[in-house]
Nanobody, 114 residues
Framework: QVQLVESGGGLVQPGGSLRLSCTASGFTFRLYTMTWYRQAPGKERELVAT????????NYADSVKGRFTISRDNAKNTVYLQMDSLKSEDTAVYYCKRASPPLWGQGTQVTVSS
C-alpha cells in the first residue's frame, strides 16, 4: 500500500522541541524529494521544509529557518522534522508529502502552548 504515516506530534511548551517522523511504504522512498507542510487554523497550508532524494540539499521557509531541521534515513524509509525553539505560531497540523507525484500523509497535530 502506497502511503505516508506521520507521528511525533503533541503538546509542547514555548521554547520546547519535538521531532516528527514520516514513514513511507509502497514506493521507492530513496528516489523522491520529500517535504513537510503545515496548516494552522484558518490559514492556508504552507511549505515548511524540503529535502532532496539523497538528503544533501534542504530548504526552509523563512519562518522556521534556524529552528527546524529536516533530515531523512533512506534505509528506514523515513523523513524527520526536528523542531526546536518552538513558538505558539508553530501550532498547526503538520503533513508529510512526497513532492512529485504528490502523496500526502494524514497529518499530525503540533500544539505549542503553556
Amino acid at each position: 500500500q502506497v502511503q505516508l504515516v506521520e507521528s511525533g506530534g503533541g503538546l509542547v511548551q514555548p521554547g520546547g522541541s519535538l521531532r516528527l517522523s514520516c514513514t513511507a511504504s509502497g514506493f521507492t522512498f530513496r528516489l523522491y524529494t520529500m517535504t513537510w507542510y503545515r496548516q494552522a487554523p484558518g490559514k492556508e497550508r504552507e511549505l515548511v521544509a524540503t529535502i532532496n532524494y539523497s538528503g544533501g540539499i534542504s530548504n526552509y521557509a523563512d519562518s522556521v529557518k534556524g529552528r527546524f531541521t529536516i533530515s531523512r534515513d533512506n534505509a528506514k524509509n523515513t523523513v524527520y522534522l526536528q523542531m526546536d525553539s518552538l513558538k505558539s505560531e508553530d501550532t498547526a497540523v503538520y503533513y508529510c508529502k512526497r513532492a512529485s507525484p504528490p502523496l500526502w500523509g494524514q497529518g499530525t497535530q503540533v500544539t505549542v502552548s503553556s
